[in-house]
Nanobody
C-alpha cells in the first residue's frame, strides 16, 4: 500500500523555521516527483513547491521563493520542505504528494498519492 506521512509541523514565531518531512512507504521515491501543497482555513489548496524524481530540478510559488527549499533523499525514501523566514500568512496545513513521473508541477490534480497533512502555525 502506497503511503505518505508528513511530519515536522508546529507552532513557531514569525521569522522562525521548520523542516517538514514526507516519508514514503510501499513504493520508492526515486521514480516519483514530489509536490508540497498547503491549505489555509477558508482558502483553496495552493501549490507551494515541487521537485523532479531525480531531485535535480525544483519549482516554487512566488510567495515562498528564497524562503522555502525542497529536497528529497531517495536513499531515505523521504522528501523535505525547509521553511525559513516564516510569516503569519504561511499558516496552513501542509501536504506532500507524489506522482510516478520524472517532471514535477505545483498543480494538485497532477498528483495521485497524498499524505494526511501537517499543521504549520506562525504566530507570536
Amino acid at each position: 500500500q502506497l503511503q505518505l506521512v508528513e511530519s515536522g509541523g508546529g507552532l513557531v514565531q514569525p521569522g522562525g523555521s521548520l523542516r517538514l518531512s514526507c516519508a514514503a512507504s510501499g513504493f520508492t521515491l526515486d521514480s516519483y516527483a514530489i509536490g508540497w501543497f498547503r491549505q489555509a482555513p477558508g482558502k483553496e489548496r495552493e501549490g507551494v513547491s515541487c521537485i523532479t524524481s531525480s531531485g535535480r530540478r525544483t519549482n516554487y510559488v512566488d510567495s515562498v521563493k528564497g524562503r522555502f527549499a525542497i529536497s528529497k533523499d531517495n536513499a531515505k525514501n523521504t522528501g523535505y520542505l525547509q521553511l525559513n523566514s516564516l510569516k503569519p500568512e504561511d499558516t496552513a496545513v501542509y501536504y506532500c504528494a507524489a506522482v510516478r513521473r520524472p517532471w514535477c508541477s505545483i498543480v494538485a490534480s497532477d498528483y495521485d498519492n497524498w499524505g494526511q497533512g501537517t499543521q504549520v502555525t506562525i504566530s507570536s
